[in-house]
């Protein structure tokens, strides 16, 4: 029943969606084959320097996004900016299992996205490990809130991505505490425009103005967990430096500048 209980309260909280970032919110050291570990909590993701002055900027604009096309790029770099780097805080969800030879798989959800990787460990001493994986990733179409920016419909986002981590990490006797730190690198593509399964002839109401934007990013992470047997609770904080370019209303741009990413969750390994 008490786990029955907690299946359920992972479930209703991943359920809602918004912005957020997708943390990895797991330790160097893979799973033994079988086993699994779920997690739920809370994620963010913040731009600052350079990206938040340009989402400053945007909502300053006087033109609000209605400029001619290709007549506003101050408007378009926000406009890319809260399409591509999400900012807010999201539920975080999902679930790890061993699949043997020191591997082990996860698919995670957060607000936007869903993210599915491998990954593989090297045991360096009886408590240091080594880790290499990589994921793929959807921004989900529909499950984004609306943008603070006029004329940007987060709701029609979606797109695609990759990424690859590399962890190292230190696990204590019994598991009581975990370390982990390294370095992670990705690729996402993000489309805002009509998505529909059947071809119309005539449009219901007003298309949402054309947004793409290609982000590539880069950054470290650090991260630790403590608890006792089969209950964790994990702190993980990413930083990296994005270059995203692309197109709002015809009107291309480049806007780059570091994100932070800080989450937390309860894990139950079973």
Not at 196 to 224: C, D, H, N, Q, Y
Request: aromatic share 8%.
């Amino acid at each position: 029943m008490f786990e029955k209980h907690r299946l359920l309260a992972i479930a209703a909280l991943i359920s809602c969606g918004c912005g957020g970032g997708l943390p990895l919110l797991h330790p160097a050291r893979t799973l033994p084959p079988g086993e699994v570990r779920a997690f739920g909590g809370f994620s963010g993701n913040v731009p600052v320097g350079s990206l938040t002055s340009s989402m400053r900027a945007a909502e300053s604009d006087p033109n609000g996004g209605s400029a001619p096309p290709g007549g506003d790029p101050t408007y378009a770099k926000g406009a890319l900016v809260a399409a591509s780097i999400a900012p807010g805080l999201a539920p975080v969800g999902g679930a790890r299992v061993g699949v043997g030879w020191q591997s082990e798989g996860g698919l995670a959800y957060t607000g936007r996205a869903v993210r599915a990787d491998l990954r593989h460990s090297i045991d360096l001493t009886t408590h240091w490990t080594l880790s290499l994986g990589a994921a793929g990733s959807a921004a989900l179409y529909g499950h984004q809130e609306g943008s603070a920016l006029e004329n940007v419909s987060l709701g029609q986002l979606h797109g695609w991505g990759a990424d690859v981590p590399v962890l190292v990490g230190y696990e204590s006797e019994g598991s009581l505490y975990m370390l982990w730190a390294g370095a992670r690198a990705g690729w996402e593509h993000v489309d805002i425009s009509d998505v529909t399964s059947e071809p119309k002839a005539v449009t219901l109401g007003s298309p949402p103005i054309a947004l793409s934007a290609t982000r590539f990013w880069g950054g470290g992470l650090v991260g630790f967990a403590v608890g006792f047997r089969h209950i964790h609770v994990a702190f993980e904080l990413d930083v990296a430096y994005a270059t995203i370019s692309g197109a709002y209303n015809d009107t291309h741009v480049t806007v780059a500048g570091f994100t932070l990413a800080p989450a937390t969750a309860l894990w139950w390994r079973f």
